[in-house]
């Protein structure tokens, strides 16, 4: 994909939440294991996610406001917002 910020890039996803909250850290829960196909949300969606029997019910993705971002833009966020980053301590 073409990031505006970051040029050409690979794709990833993240929750609405983390696009939308630029302020404290939300929590981010990685959703897949593959360091080629990152994806990621907030610690609201996982309660929500957890809640639900079913994998991505409707409830889950209306709620997720899944959104595409570039795998840089990806990182930032993810550094935004996972609470064992955020400080900046990776320990």
């Not at 360091?35 to 990621?40: F, L």
């Not at 949300?41 to 959104?67: I, M, S």
Request: with cysteine.
């Amino acid at each position: 994909m073409r990031c505006p910020r970051h040029g050409v890039s690979a794709v990833a996803s993240v929750c609405g939440h983390l696009v939308k909250n630029k302020g404290a850290a939300m929590g981010f829960v990685e959703n897949s294991d593959d360091p080629d196909n990152k994806q990621g949300w907030c610690y609201a969606c996982e309660l929500v996610f957890t809640q639900e029997e079913e994998d991505k019910t409707p409830r889950f993705v209306a709620f997720c406001q899944h959104t595409v971002v570039c795998s840089r833009c990806y990182d930032e966020i993810k550094s935004l917002h996972d609470f064992d980053r955020a400080d900046g301590n990776d320990q």
